[in-house]
Structures are given as structure tokens and as C-alpha cells.
């Protein structure tokens, strides 16, 4: 079956400091691929998007994410991390059975440390 | 930010009770989701719309309905709440169905059934 795995329940990095969220997926072809980020209270905000072409792509707030389809792997990076980056994301990957189907993972809670 | 808001954002209801979500934007996109939140699950597509009265199940849809007689409102309903149904609720947008089609978030209702 389909699936998106996070594997990080909690991160914490220090301000400042490098962050890179893991995300692999399970489906036998190339996935169109998301992240968002989720702030308390708040709804999921798009990061940034991959469906074809560069595998590094470039998001909002400094996150850019690589594709490397022999992992299926999607991480996420930052090179320095803010302390407005504390939140939520949620890797979701899209997949095409019959209809258009968004799968999740689990989330990863980011905490940044002054 | 998309135009999409949530109504009620925070609602304490008892055992067996109906409940009525709506979710209500003004982007006109035809696409309309409801998930539920819920720890160690990320997000699950309760149910989704493909146009005015256009509905269908997703992978959690027992126990949920939901109406949707205009574009603009798309309404989820719990006939008889159980307290499994405890989550935060999302509604989502999108503008077309291909894969590529980034969902928009609404802000999310908290719903405890005790």
C-alpha cells in the first residue's frame, strides 16, 4: 500500500543551527510531492512542491527539499534555522489511482532552542 | 491567503449528538476536502467534493456526511457524535483535481465529544 513515512516524531535544533526533516514514501512510481508547514492553531501552509525536473527545489521562508528517487526520499532542509521555524510539517505526496489521492505522514514537531 | 474560513472553530458537544462543520470560500475553486487531525495519523480525508453536489467517500468517511449545495459551502456532518470523533477538523481547497494541484487550508475546528 501507499504510504509516507516521517520518522521523526520530535526534532529539536538550536537557533541558527542546520535542520533537515527526513521523508520517504512507498508507491511504485514517482510521486507528485509536498510539504507544509503547520503553526499552532493554524491551518497547513504549502512549503515548497516537486513534480518533475530539478530534484533540489527551493521554498518559502529558506527550505529547499531533494528528490532522490533511488531512496524515495523527499527531505527537507534549512541551512540555518529561525526561531519562527518552530511548527509542524507534514510531508504529503499525491498519487494517481483512479483519482488523485493526498497521503500524509505522520508530522514531525520542529522545537528551536534560543 | 486563500479565502476558506471554518465554522465553528472550537465546539464541546456530547455523545450522540448531531454536529454541522461548514467550511465556506470565496476563491471559487471547485475541489473541496474535509480531514481530520489526529496525533501519530497526520491527516486523513474524511470525505471530498468535485462540484455542487458532487461528493465522494475518503478513507475515514464512517460515521461523516456532508452536503454541498454551492460552490462556496461544504458541509460536514457527524449524525451521531461519538467520542472517536474527537479531532481537529480541516477543510481544504484546491482548483483542479491533477496531482500537481496544491490544497489550501482552512484554519481547523477543534471538536471534543465527551
Known amino acids: 500500500a501507499q504510504s509516507v513515512t516521517q520518522p521523526d516524531i520530535h526534532i529539536t535544533v538550536s537557533e541558527g543551527a542546520s535542520l533537515e526533516l527526513r521523508c520517504n514514501y512507498s508507491y511504485g512510481a514517482t510521486p507528485y510531492l509536498f510539504w507544509y508547514v503547520q503553526s499552532p492553531g493554524q491551518g497547513l501552509q504549502l512549503l515548497l512542491k516537486y513534480f518533475s525536473g530539478d530534484t533540489l527545489v527551493q521554498g518559502i521562508k529558506g527550505f529547499e527539499a531533494e528528490f532522490k528517487r533511488s531512496q524515495s526520499s523527499f527531505n527537507l532542509r534549512k541551512p540555518s534555522v529561525h526561531w519562527s521555524d518552530a511548527a509542524e510539517y507534514f510531508c504529503a505526496v499525491v498519487i494517481s489511482s483512479g483519482t488523485y489521492k493526498y497521503i500524509f505522514g505522520t508530522g514531525t514537531r520542529l522545537k528551536v532552542l534560543a | 491567503d486563500a479565502g476558506i474560513t471554518q465554522s465553528p472553530r472550537h465546539k464541546v458537544t456530547e455523545t450522540g449528538t448531531p454536529v454541522t462543520l461548514r467550511c465556506h470560500q470565496t476563491?471559487?475553486?471547485?475541489?473541496m476536502y474535509w480531514y481530520r487531525q489526529d496525533p501519530g495519523h497526520g491527516l486523513r480525508l474524511i470525505h471530498y467534493?468535485?462540484?455542487?453536489?458532487?461528493?465522494d467517500k475518503g478513507e475515514v468517511s464512517d460515521g461523516y456526511s456532508v452536503s454541498r449545495s454551492k460552490t462556496e459551502d461544504f458541509l460536514l456532518t457527524l449524525e451521531s457524535a461519538t467520542s472517536s470523533q474527537t479531532s481537529v477538523y480541516f477543510c481544504?481547497?484546491?482548483?483542479?483535481?491533477?496531482?500537481?494541484?496544491?490544497?489550501?487550508f482552512g484554519p481547523g475546528t477543534r471538536l471534543t465529544v465527551l
Open positions: 476563491e471559487n475553486h471547485r475541489y
Open positions: 467534493s468535485y462540484g455542487v453536489k458532487d461528493t
Open positions: 481544504a481547497i484546491s482548483e483542479r483535481a491533477g496531482g500537481n494541484n496544491e490544497q489550501f
